[in-house]
Antibody
Framework: QAQLVESGGGVVQPGGSLRLSCATS????????MYWVRQAPGKGLEWVAF????????NYADSVKGRFIVSRDNAKNTAYLQLNSLRGDDTAMYFC????????????WGQGTLVIVSS | DIQMTQSPSTLSASVGDRVTITCRAS??????LAWYQQKPGKAPKLLIH???TLHSGVPSRFSGSGSGTDFTLTISSLQPDDFATYYC?????????FGRGTRLEIK
């Protein structure tokens, strides 16, 4: 079955950067869109970014546009989220998930990686 | 952006109860709606997509209905494993959005 494993989270100062990775297996990665969703402590789910199977379409939530960059490497079955100019309200658990289009349900999820933005 | 309004925000129920959670979209989303279950410290799990299609492996006590702007998730007979938080999500727009969640707790 599908497996998605995020990594790269940690504690970072405001204004800093992090790169999150989502390593996958068990499904045809090169045929799936990949999503990033975050959840602030005690809060609900917030969609962050999407990248199409061929990287030719990328969408971002307004809250991260211009600061976060989504990418993927189909040869490595891995998706990435580059987080720049981090702010306190970016503190959250970041999940990656797969889906079958630019707008789809999110079929499989990773366990998440925690990003804490604090001085 | 399409806003998703879930109700109630908290629901208290007992094992064996039939419960219904409602999700309303701020505009017509056809049947492009999914439901997820999330337990504390865990990732969400897909339950239902396209408003009423049960995801693989999900027990048949879960069902979804609705189209347009109004949707429901029903659990026909609550089991102990069902106490969790439930989220709806629209995917009519590429800017997908989630409801704020319904916490289902034991009465």
């Amino acid at each position: 079955q599908a497996q998605l494993v995020e990594s790269g989270g940690g504690v970072v100062q405001p204004g800093g950067s992090l790169r999150l990775s989502c390593a996958t297996s068990g499904f045809p990665f090169s045929l799936y869109g990949m999503y990033w969703v975050r959840q602030a402590p005690g809060k609900g789910l917030e969609w962050v970014a999407f990248i199409r199977y061929d990287s030719n379409r990328k969408n971002y939530a307004d809250s991260v546009k211009g600061r976060f960059i989504v990418s993927r490497d189909n040869a490595k079955n891995t998706a990435y989220l580059q987080l720049n100019s981090l702010r306190g309200d970016d503190t959250a658990m970041y999940f990656c998930a797969n889906g079958q289009g630019a707008a789809s349900s999110l079929d499989d999820w990773g366990q998440g990686t925690l990003v804490i933005v604090s001085s | 952006d399409i806003q998703m309004t879930q109700s109630p925000s908290t629901l208290s129920a007992s094992v064996g109860d039939r419960v219904t959670i409602t999700c309303r979209a701020s505009q017509n989303i056809n049947s492009w709606l999914a439901w997820y279950q999330q337990k504390p410290g865990k990732a969400p799990k897909l339950l239902i997509h396209k408003a009423s299609t049960l995801h693989s492996g999900v027990p048949s006590r879960f069902s979804g209905s609705g189209s347009g702007t109004d949707f429901t998730l029903t659990i026909s007979s609550l089991q102990p494993d069902d106490f969790a938080t439930y989220y709806c999500q629209q995917y009519n727009s590429h800017l997908i959005t989630f409801g704020r969640g319904t916490r289902l707790e034991i009465k």
